[in-house]
């Protein structure tokens, strides 16, 4: 760890472009996906609605079961086989490894976690 006193200036926020490629989600598919499993995180049960009242309402990532970046192409998908909701603490958990956990995998590292 570098002490602090040992620093003497940092620096943040200087403009610098990026140019990504970025894959098209349909939002349609998303709406159907959660239609199909509600807004509620299929790995943790949170829903930012009952916690977070109105600000949160309807508010829920969606997760790729397969990742656009492995699949690389335009493909048909199934908002109930190939999408699924997720929080974005356990969306981020299930990405922290590459290739991502499965949803089981992530449901079987919190149920071992001894959490209430």
Do not use: W
């Amino acid at each position: 760890m570098i002490p602090l006193d040992s620093i003497a200036q940092l620096t943040e926020g200087n403009l610098k472009t990026i140019a990504v490629n970025a894959f098209e989600r349909n939002p349609v598919a998303r709406r159907q996906c959660l239609e199909h499993y509600g807004v509620s995180c299929q790995c943790c049960n949170f829903n930012f609605y009952n916690i977070y009242g109105e600000l949160g309402q309807n508010y829920i990532h969606v997760h790729h079961i397969i990742p656009l970046a492995k699949i690389r192409k335009n493909y048909q998908v199934d908002p109930t086989k190939d999408l699924i909701p997720l929080c974005a603490n356990c969306h981020a958990m299930i990405h922290r490894r590459n290739p991502p956990l499965s949803i089981e995998e992530l449901k079987e590292i919190i149920k071992s976690s001894h959490l209430p």
